[in-house]
């Protein structure tokens, strides 16, 4: 069982818009630190997507957006497109971890 | 644009020690910590330990006392040691370059314990 829980799946439809969330706690997200979302593809090393809740590295279309309110996080996709499936983390720091965690995943599947 | 290319041995039995190092191209070393990362099959990624450029370490309560982390800073390289592995280290494990979050990635290395 993950630290940060995410939904196993979501889905829709190409050029629809879809939002994962992401719930942690009092010693994570809620304790203020940052969120941070990664995109893993079959087959490949998961990419960062989404740095300090809601920040864009070179390259990420802003058709992916992130966002933070008290102990949980939110990335949204809009738009979608039939690339855009795969696996989708959510990352933070924890104190009773006393490192990083992650949510357990979700899989974006576009219809 | 920094780049790590890791390599080890993929195969191991039980109680046998997991070996994987982390080569580091083209940026600052000393700006980032290095971490390994792990990911069961079909399953989702876990965070097992970190270390910087001086040699300051963080580790996953889930395998500490059976790992080590180490770092060579001549050669811009990163270590991971797993002692007394069983079938549930079997993963792929990344390195992964971190400032809070994890921009650069290894490739990925499969390790399967098995007898």
């Known amino acids: 069982q993950s630290v940060l829980t995410q939904p196993p799946s979501v889905s829709g439809a190409p050029g629809q818009r879809v939002t994962i969330s992401c719930t942690g706690s009092?010693?994570?997200?809620?304790?203020?630190?940052?969120v941070h979302w990664y995109q893993q593809l079959p087959g490949t090393a998961p990419k960062l997507l989404i740095y300090?809740?809601?920040n864009r590295p070179p390259g990420v279309p802003d058709r992916f957006s992130g966002s933070k309110s008290g102990t949980s996080a939110s990335l949204a996709i809009s738009g979608l497109q039939a690339e855009d499936e795969g696996d989708y983390y959510c990352?933070?720091?924890?104190?009773?971890?006393?490192?990083?965690?992650f949510g357990g995943g979700t899989k974006l599947t576009v219809l | 644009q920094v780049q790590l290319h890791q390599w080890g041995t993929g195969l191991l039995k039980p109680s046998e020690t997991l070996s994987l190092t982390c080569a580091v191209y083209?940026?600052?070393?000393?700006?980032?910590?290095w971490t390994w990362i792990r990911q069961s099959p079909g399953k989702g990624l876990e965070w097992i330990g970190d270390?910087?450029?001086?040699?300051?370490?963080s580790y996953n309560p889930s395998v500490r006392g059976r790992i080590t982390i180490s770092v060579d800073t001549s050669e811009n390289q990163v270590s991971l040691t797993l002692t007394s592995v069983t079938a549930a280290d079997t993963a792929v494990y990344y390195c992964?370059?971190?400032?809070?979050?994890?921009?650069?990635w290894g490739q990925g290395t499969l390790v399967s314990v098995s007898s």
């Open positions: 300090l809740n809601t």
């Open positions: 990352q933070s720091h924890d104190t009773s971890v006393s490192g990083e965690v």
């Open positions: 270390i910087n450029h001086r040699g300051s370490r």
């Open positions: 992964a370059s971190s400032r809070f979050f994890f921009e650069y």
């Open positions: 083209g940026g600052p070393f000393n700006a980032y910590h």
């Open positions: 009092t010693s994570n997200i809620g304790a203020g630190y940052d």
